[in-house]
């Protein structure tokens, strides 16, 4: 029956279908280019910030600070650029900084035990507080022109398609291998199922957890660079916004369990498409922020609570203190 067939990733697929003919209808200027090249701009970016935060989630973590790292990481290379850097050496000192913030959580978490949502809130306003004192000390940073490849990666197409829905498709292709075919995205799943039988079995925990993180905030600079190149420039202060809560929305609402050992790079897929049609929508309709994010929230709690109900916590996740 179609019922049986019918799981969170396929009803959100629909809903998403249905939500895009809806306010095609209904919304003047929904199906407009401009807009449709926002919507797919914006869709891209929160979903390369989806797939950091799905690593997270299916290792039976969180990250808080990916809505640092993406906006002070690549605003310094912007300023670094700016000032004479070539733009391969301007990457890699972006590069070590997010792999720096990588590690640092990585640690806290896996070798100094401090849960995943208390120690990387604190690695987020740990980084953006040295972005503000020493690294970028304007809020915004703009790129001054130019027309190296790098420019492109934002506002680009190749074979018409935008750069940003590429670079996306990359992200999560990648993602998506590592988690099926490679070792480690093999031991990622079996510490978010259950970490003790996985120290047990003799998997690297604590390095994996290292790597996990690492990744994470490699992608948040991929990100960061996206918005860069798209936006001619990027605000720090967008580590001050509820984007984050917008991300875990994509990736809780997609189907990714956040007991951990869950899911995959699909449903983060799904998520982005359903929630960056929604905002769209919930833009063009003029809706207060504050509405908009009320309408998050209850999403966001609905989610969470179909996630309990189809992914119940056991004992042994009790004891891990989930995320």
Known sequence: MVVDKLNQERIVLLTAIVLFVFFSITLNGFIDPGNLLSLVQNVSILGILGVGMALAIIGRGI?????????????????????????????????????LVGIVN????????????????????????IGKAWLVPIDSVYIRGGESWFYAIGTGRILGVPTPVIVFAGVALLAWLFLRYLKPGRFIYGIGDNPLAARITGMPV?????LQYILISIIALVAGIVTATAL?????RVALSTMVYDVILVVVLGGIGLSGGKGG???????????GILLNGMTIMNLSYT????LKSVILLAAIVVDTLLNPRDEQTAQHGDI
């Open 63 to 99: 990250d808080l600070s990916i809505l640092s790292t993406m906006p002070v990481s690549a605003a310094w290379m912007l300023n670094l650029i700016n000032d004479g850097m070539p733009i391969w050496l301007a990457l890699a000192c972006a590069l070590a900084f997010v792999v």
């Open 265 to 275: 790079i699909r449903n983060v897929i799904v998520g982005t498409l359903l929630i």
């Open 232 to 236: 001619s420039g990027i605000n720090t």
């Open 291 to 294: 509405v908009q994010n009320i």
């Open 106 to 129: 990585g640690v806290l978490i896996a070798y100094v035990e401090v849960p995943a949502i208390f120690a990387t809130l604190a690695m987020g306003i740990v980084v953006y507080g």
């Open 206 to 210: 604590r390095p994996m957890i290292v």
